[in-house]
């Protein structure tokens, strides 16, 4: 009789219970001495879920009684419904151990874009030599059981703890295939290799790691590593999403050529989290080819890589919410995107004690000044203070975007231009926020805000600008309404617009010349 009823297993490390691989195993008296002997068990036992129409196996839950847990092997999890929690959930303390992880017992030669002939005989010895090829003709004789999880490594030339990628060997991968995973209460210490690895085309995964904690990774690959190659796939409805949420990942040198995240075509999000103290990296995270990620009630605090936090090519979304970032060093989000689309939503947002600039953002659709106003990338009611870059551009550098603005800027600084705001064939309007900035070099030299063939609107707010604002073939527009300005210089170089003048609106009209520094005292700003 075909039962696809939830499969619950106990698991505890410290257990001593003799049974051959595959043996069933995981009650409460006779419970599985690791993790791989549980899985091995419901390879033996596992159905499909009969009552959908999707290709998943029925719930499988392990429960973990608290230890140090090593893995001899990777898991293979194609098509689980998994959740592996305490079986301890007032008081757990499971800990899985990189260092204690043993990969000798897997062997894996993988070869890309060949044709290969490959011979193999797999079966419940855990010790196996299997040859996968991705995007090749392949020609296989295979004599197969029904253990994956011991037989079938598609590594992808990467060593990992957990793999969700179809096996090549007797599976067709479609899109009724699905993976489901929730992994809960666990501590990953001290991993030398990727903790997630997904490849797929068509598989759809929904997973989630949540209450763990990942610490002194030391690993010359990715900790998480996503990779979907559907190029079929809308990226308007992404079927494949990670989250990882009241979690933290600290304390790690990832290495120059690595990264925490590197994920391609996924929906990642982070909710309810900490990244703190990673060090030794060029970029913390790698998002590209359509990827979404997302930010939530998290803190992104005391990370040192050399370019970027977060680097993000061709994205479909950034959302970042009620999260803070302080006291890192690397451009925050460094972005390059072609869509037409709302790319940015920063909203209640703490930025403060950075050193690298805080958004990086060039596109390759440079829109016209005549008509620059679409598609709005919105920061909304966040703070942005003591923000330092060794170049242009502190708070946001920005070639072809449209911006729309509110929130409290202060002390920011830049040792090129654009202590605040540098804007080259871009919109940026800035409504109701608090500024409050000083810049006492000559303008040649720097300034709080500048424009390259781009236009900017301030209203309606506290501005306190000592400095100056360097307007190149650009509009400038600033309202009088509840401003306060201190010795503002704005300096006009080469303006094209209205004959060759470049307008500037203090509540009047005034047409500055080419070439020509006017110094707008307060009684003239009061002047209607």
């Keep these: 009789m075909v039962n696809s009823d939830q499969v619950t297993l106990i698991i505890n490390t410290n257990g001593n219970n003799v049974y051959n691989n595959g043996d069933p195993c995981g009650n409460s008296t006779f419970t599985c001495n690791s993790i791989n002997d549980a899985v091995s068990y419901f390879e033996t036992i596992k159905v499909f879920n009969q009552t959908s129409e999707i290709q998943i196996y029925q719930p499988l839950k392990l429960l973990l009684d608290n230890g140090l847990y090593k893995v001899a092997n990777q898991l293979i999890l194609y098509q689980y419904n998994i959740e592996i929690s305490p079986l301890n959930e007032t008081s757990p303390n499971i800990t899985i151990d990189g260092s204690l992880i043993n990969n000798n017992n897997n062997n894996n030669n993988n070869n890309n874009n060949n044709n290969n002939n490959n011979n193999n005989n797999n079966n419940n010895n855990n010790n196996n030599n299997n040859n996968n090829n991705n995007n090749n003709n ?3 004789n295979n004599n197969n059981n029904n253990n994956n999880n011991n037989n079938n490594n ?5 060593k990992t703890f957990i793999s969700i990628s179809p096996p090549t060997i007797g ?44 610490s002194n990774y ?75 990620l997302t930010i939530f009630n998290s803190f992104i605090n005391s990370n040192n890589c050399t370019k970027s936090i977060f680097n993000l090519n061709i994205i479909n979304y950034l959302n970042i919410f009620k999260s803070n970032f302080n006291n890192n060093k690397g451009t925050i989000f460094k972005i390059k995107f072609n869509s ?129 604002i360097v307007c190149n073939s650009s509009r400038i527009t600033i309202s009088q309404n509840n401003t306060i300005f201190n010795n503002p210089r704005v300096d006009c170089h080469n303006c094209t617009f209205n004959n060759n003048n470049c307008i500037l609106s203090f509540g009047i009209k005034n047409e500055i010349s080419n070439h020509l520094i006017i110094i707008f005292l307060l009684s003239i700003l009061l002047i209607k």
């Design 171 to 214: 599976i067709i991968e479609s899109y009724k295939s699905y993976t489901v995973f929730k992994i809960n209460g666990i501590n990953f210490l001290n991993f030398s290799f990727t903790i997630l690895y997904i490849y797929k085309t068509y598989l759809n995964v929904r997973g989630s790691f949540e209450n763990c904690n990942f």
């Design 154 to 158: 598609n590594n992808n030339n990467i």
């Design 138 to 140: 392949n020609n296989n």
């Design 340 to 468: 037409k689309e709302d790319l940015i939503s920063i909203s209640n947002c703490n930025f403060k004690n950075n050193n690298g600039g805080i958004i990086n953002l060039e596109s390759n659709e440079i829109p016209s000044i005549q008509n620059p106003k679409r598609n709005p990338q919105t920061f909304n009611n966040s703070t942005f203070l003591n923000n330092s870059i060794n170049g242009s551009g502190s708070i946001i550098y920005s070639i072809g975007a449209y911006f729309n603005i509110n929130g409290e800027f202060g002390n920011n600084t830049a040792s090129n231009q654009g202590d605040l705001i540098y804007l080259q064939d871009s919109y940026c309007s800035i409504q109701n926020s608090k500024i409050n900035q000083f810049d006492k070099r000559p303008s040649g030299e720097g300034s709080i805000i500048y424009l390259l063939r781009s236009e900017l609107i301030i209203t309606y707010g506290n501005y306190k600008i000592d400095g100056s």
């Design 218 to 292: 030391r690993g010359e690959l990715p900790m998480f590593y996503l990779i979907n190659n559907n190029n079929l796939i809308n990226y308007n409805s992404l079927n494949s999403s990670l989250t990882i949420r009241k979690s933290i990942i600290n304390n790690s040198n990832i290495g120059f050529n690595s990264f925490i995240f590197n994920i391609k075509k996924f929906s990642f999000i982070f909710d309810q989290s900490n990244i703190e103290s990673i060090n030794q990296c060029n970029t913390l995270g790698n998002f590209y080819d359509g990827s979404r």
